[in-house]
């Protein structure tokens, strides 16, 4: 099992910028695949994108692709998500996902098995 603890949210005016980090605690972070979902208000949870336990196959949402970056530092125990050119749609709480060890990245949010408790962006116009 791994522990998830986000951090970096907060207010950021459309058109800036924030990172998000994901600290991770547990021995199997390194082996499994990584995830950034997002919840909005009154809304499902959307996937937002994954990342390999390597680090060498990302996924993106089509609505982020371009502008978000998700990468880890296996050596830190961590995971990141750089989001560029933010807009009012991307207010949402983010929330870090691992799989369990040696799975493959996947959009699907039943197919994680630990979540962090989320940190809350906001994204003024």
């Known amino acids: 099992q791994v522990q998830l603890v986000e951090s970096g949210g907060g207010l950021v005016q459309a058109g800036g910028s924030l990172t998000l980090s994901c600290a991770a605690s547990?021995?199997?972070?390194?082996?499994?695949?990584t995830a950034w979902f997002r919840q909005a208000p009154g809304k499902g949870r959307e996937f937002v994108a994954t990342?390999?336990?390597?680090?060498?196959?990302?996924t993106y949402a089509d609505s982020v692709k371009g502008r978000f970056t998700i990468s880890r530092d296996n050596a830190k125990n961590a995971a990141y998500l750089q989001m560029n050119n933010l807009k009012p749609e991307d207010t949402a709480d983010y929330y870090c996902?691992?799989?369990?060890?040696?799975?493959?990245?996947?959009?699907?949010?039943?197919?994680?098995?630990?979540w962090g408790q989320g940190t809350q962006v906001t994204v003024s116009s």
């Open positions: 996902a691992a799989r369990l060890r040696n799975s493959e990245p996947s959009w699907r949010a039943v197919d994680y098995f630990d």
């Open positions: 547990g021995r199997t972070f390194a082996t499994t695949a």
């Open positions: 990342i390999s336990s390597s680090g060498g196959i990302t």
